[in-house]
């Protein structure tokens, strides 16, 4: 008895997990057509849907148009219900975002910085996300998590194991996290939640195979394969910003040699522009944005910098694509913004790729621009809030 009660629980939170997704998928949609969609019979699809409703994630709206009865009263997934914070932990920065539960930016925070320790990045962190809370709208359930991207290795626990170029290791941020604002908290890797965000929100909404490259200090890679996020055994798989692509080339900070990332990351771009001579006015520093300035300007040693990241940056995306033959490559974070200034040269490395991997491949840069991993993140923290909410009623 107790296991026919037990299996009727499970068949239950499965049919109002499965009604609750084609309504937040198809919104605004009638009873009738959630029953056509789901293959749910009218009487299961009318008891979820009450349910729901009394919970506030989901609103009837008006009547939508009439097949011939009457008009049937139309359902909306309630986005409003509740709130998530995003956050993109950088080399350099913080990105936290505050979004509803349909993923829409309601408010946005970042701070810049260099050489942090752990513990005053922590204390940026909490001014973020506390500013964050200080705007958010009245709602139903509040804030419902936090999810947090990180440029370094993550446990399946969600402890951060080694994010080489924070000189992180072994840090338990979700367990701090928790504590301090007492909801769930999810910390992934960067570039996962970058691949994430890209296909949930992104260029990558139509691909059930892409490869996410996030091109910031350092270089991360994110796994959409099959249209699951690929994670390998131990949750490690994505880290080809140190596969090597210099046998003899200097020592990386996480104890190789010749990493990719040493020569096609933002990093290696502010280097090279220092070594070329290159100098920010008085009072200013050398970054992206003045290269990216000086080069759409026409300054002739910065556009060959650029041609020159573009080249290293095409040698291990070709490495990716004989690899995985992915049905695109998305190239995002801090470097999106010089789409231009590299997809020339980017161009010219996929004439060296074998031919059978040039078929039907998309190379693009990020629609999202900054926000690629805070929306992955900020979407993992809302859909674990909507999976314990219907497995605990």
Same mark, same amino acid.
């Given at each position: 008895?107790?296991?026919?009660?037990?299996?009727?629980?499970?068949?239950?939170?499965?049919?109002?997990?499965?009604?609750?997704?084609?309504?937040?998928?198809?919104?605004?949609?009638?009873?009738?057509?959630?029953?056509?969609?789901?293959?749910?019979?009218?009487?299961?699809?009318?008891?979820?849907?009450?349910?729901?409703?009394?919970?506030?994630?989901?609103?009837?709206?008006?009547?939508?148009?009439?097949?011939?009865?009457?008009?049937?009263?139309?359902?909306?997934?309630?986005?409003?219900?509740?709130?998530?914070?995003?956050?993109? %932990?950088?080399?350099?920065?913080?990105?936290?975002?505050?979004?509803?539960?349909?993923?829409?930016?309601?408010?946005?925070?970042?701070?810049?910085?260099?050489?942090?320790?752990?513990?005053?990045?922590?204390?940026?962190?909490?001014? +973020?996300?506390?500013?964050?809370?200080?705007?958010?709208?009245?709602?139903?359930?509040?804030?419902?998590?936090?999810?947090?991207?990180?440029?370094?290795?993550?446990?399946?626990?969600?402890?951060?194991?080694?994010?080489?170029?924070? !000189?992180?290791?072994?840090?338990?941020?979700?367990?701090?996290?928790?504590?301090?604002?007492?909801?769930?908290?999810?910390?992934?890797?960067?570039?996962?939640?970058?691949?994430?965000?890209?296909?949930?929100?992104?260029?990558?909404?139509?691909?059930?195979?892409?490869?996410?490259?996030?091109?910031?200090?350092?270089?991360?890679?994110?796994?959409?394969? !099959?249209?699951?996020?690929?994670?390998?055994?131990?949750?490690?798989?994505?880290?080809?910003?140190?596969?090597?692509?210099?046998?003899?080339?200097?020592?990386?900070?996480?104890?190789?040699?010749?990493?990719?990332?040493?020569?096609?990351?933002?990093?290696?771009?502010?280097?090279?522009?220092?070594?070329?001579?290159?100098?920010?006015?008085?009072?200013?520093?050398l970054s992206l944005e003045m290269l990216n300035e000086l080069a759409e300007g026409g300054d002739p040693?910065?556009?060959?910098?650029?041609?020159?990241?573009?080249?290293?940056?095409?040698?291990?995306?070709?490495?990716?694509?004989? %690899?995985?033959?992915?049905?695109?490559? +998305?190239?995002?974070?801090?470097?999106?913004?010089?789409?231009?200034?590299?997809?020339?040269?980017?161009?010219?490395?996929?004439?060296?790729?074998?031919?059978?991997?040039?078929?039907?491949?998309?190379?693009?840069?990020?629609?999202?621009?900054?926000?690629?991993?805070?929306?992955?993140?900020?979407?993992?923290?809302?859909?674990?809030?909507?999976?314990?909410? +219907?497995?605990?009623?």
């Open positions: 008895m107790k296991s026919q009660t037990f299996n009727q629980h499970v068949v239950k939170k499965g049919n109002k997990s499965l009604v609750l997704q084609t309504i937040q998928e198809y919104t605004p949609i009638s009873r009738a057509d959630i029953a056509n969609k789901t293959g749910l019979n009218k009487g299961t699809v009318s008891s979820q849907v009450s349910e729901l409703l009394a919970e506030d994630l989901i609103l009837e709206s008006g009547p939508g148009v009439s097949s011939g009865g009457r008009r049937p009263v139309m359902l909306l997934f309630n986005h409003l219900a509740g709130y998530s914070i995003g956050v993109d %932990i950088g080399v350099n920065y913080i990105l936290g975002i505050l979004t509803d539960l349909q993923g829409n930016i309601t408010n946005e925070k970042i701070t810049h910085f260099n050489d942090l320790s752990y513990e005053e990045i922590q204390i940026q962190l909490n001014m +973020i996300i506390d500013s964050l809370l200080l705007s958010m709208p009245p709602s139903s359930y509040g804030l419902v998590g936090i999810g947090v991207g990180v440029p370094g290795t993550v446990s399946t626990e969600g402890e951060i194991l080694l994010a080489p170029n924070l !000189n992180w290791r072994n840090k338990d941020l979700k367990g701090f996290l928790e504590e301090k604002y007492d909801v769930p908290v999810l910390i992934e890797n960067e570039a996962n939640a970058g691949a994430y965000g890209e296909k949930k929100f992104g260029a990558g909404q139509s691909s059930d195979n892409l490869i996410y490259i996030s091109v910031g200090i350092g270089i991360g890679v994110g796994l959409i394969l !099959n249209g699951e996020l690929y994670k390998g055994h131990n949750g490690f798989s994505g880290e080809l910003g140190h596969m090597t692509i210099e046998v003899d080339g200097p020592l990386c900070r996480c104890g190789n040699q010749g990493c990719w990332e040493l020569y096609a990351s933002e990093k290696a771009l502010l280097n090279s522009a220092a070594e070329k001579g290159i100098r920010p006015a008085e009072g200013q520093k040693v910065s556009i060959n910098i650029f041609q020159e990241i573009g080249n290293y940056l095409g040698i291990g995306i070709n490495n990716i694509i004989n %690899i995985f033959n992915p049905e695109q490559i +998305i190239v995002g974070n801090r470097l999106a913004s010089s789409g231009n200034l590299l997809r020339e040269s980017i161009k010219e490395k996929q004439k060296q790729m074998l031919r059978t991997h040039q078929k039907d491949l998309n190379i693009c840069f990020s629609q999202l621009s900054r926000y690629s991993a805070a929306l992955g993140a900020s979407a993992y923290a809302s859909e674990n809030f909507l999976a314990i909410n +219907i497995q605990d009623i």
